[in-house]
């Protein structure tokens, strides 16, 4: 069965909004949760990685007050893509790792995100 | 990390096997092979992974080279519902990101 859950899977949003992405673990607790996102026709890119507690490590170029994350219980993170724009329009995917299980890591279904 | 080189698109006859190969020269001795693949609009779903010894489980079975610079995943009876990219990621067993490299589109021909 799934390991992860994301929700939304697909919105729709004006230009200038804010939208609100979860992510949760199910059945185990997730120290740490990943964000990615990916372009059409392209490979996934790793985002940012949300610490329970703490705050998310982001990758190089990506803004980390244009894309808010809130990981505040074991379960559960939150990407916020604030005063999204139509570039901001993607697929954005979230993992985690299942500790004991060999450092696996699974992935939500992805939310895809269409800022007109 | 290390990368990896994958040829961009692959096509396999159904039922027979897929034999998908990886680059990754510059692995260290503390990475582990893993393979993902993503079926179109679905997220990464996890295959198989190892550090130097061949791999089976239901899904594929993963053969690495003794010098470990490449590996090769191999799905032994491709069905159509194979037909995704596959990604071949190479991280240590003690870090936690996954870097994404370009993958290889199969097509299961029927």
């Known amino acids: 069965g799934a390991v992860v859950s994301q929700h939304p899977s697909w919105v729709i949003c004006k230009s200038g909004t804010s939208v609100k992405i979860e992510c949760r673990s199910l059945?185990?607790?997730?120290?740490?949760m990943f964000w990615y996102r990916q372009f059409p026709k392209q490979s996934l890119m790793l985002m940012a990685t949300?610490?329970?507690?703490?705050?998310?490590?982001?990758e190089q170029g990506v803004e980390k007050d244009k894309f808010l994350i809130n990981h505040a219980s074991l379960t559960l993170s939150t990407l916020t893509v604030t005063s999204a724009h139509p570039e901001d329009s993607s697929f954005y995917i979230c993992?985690?790792?299942?500790?004991?299980?060999?450092?696996?890591?699974?992935f939500g279904a992805g939310t895809r995100l269409s800022v007109l | 990390d290390a990368k990896t080189t994958q040829p961009p698109s692959m096509d396999c006859a159904e039922g027979r096997a897929a034999n998908l190969p990886c680059n990754h020269s510059t692995i260290s001795g503390n990475e582990y092979v893993y393979w993902y693949r993503q079926i179109h609009s679905q997220g990464p779903q996890y295959i198989i992974h190892?550090?130097?010894n061949n791999e089976t489980n239901e899904m594929a079975s993963l053969i690495i080279t003794e010098d470990r610079k490449s590996s090769t995943l191999i799905l032994p009876h491709a069905t159509l519902r194979d037909t995704a990219v596959y990604y071949c990621i190479v991280r240590p067993n003690t870090g936690n990101q996954f870097y994404f490299g370009t993958g290889t589109s199969l097509t299961v021909i029927p």
């Open positions: 190892g550090l130097k």
């Open positions: 993992s985690v790792i299942r500790l004991g299980k060999k450092n696996i890591q699974y």
């Open positions: 059945d185990f607790q997730a120290t740490t």
């Open positions: 949300s610490n329970e507690g703490s705050k998310a490590t982001y």
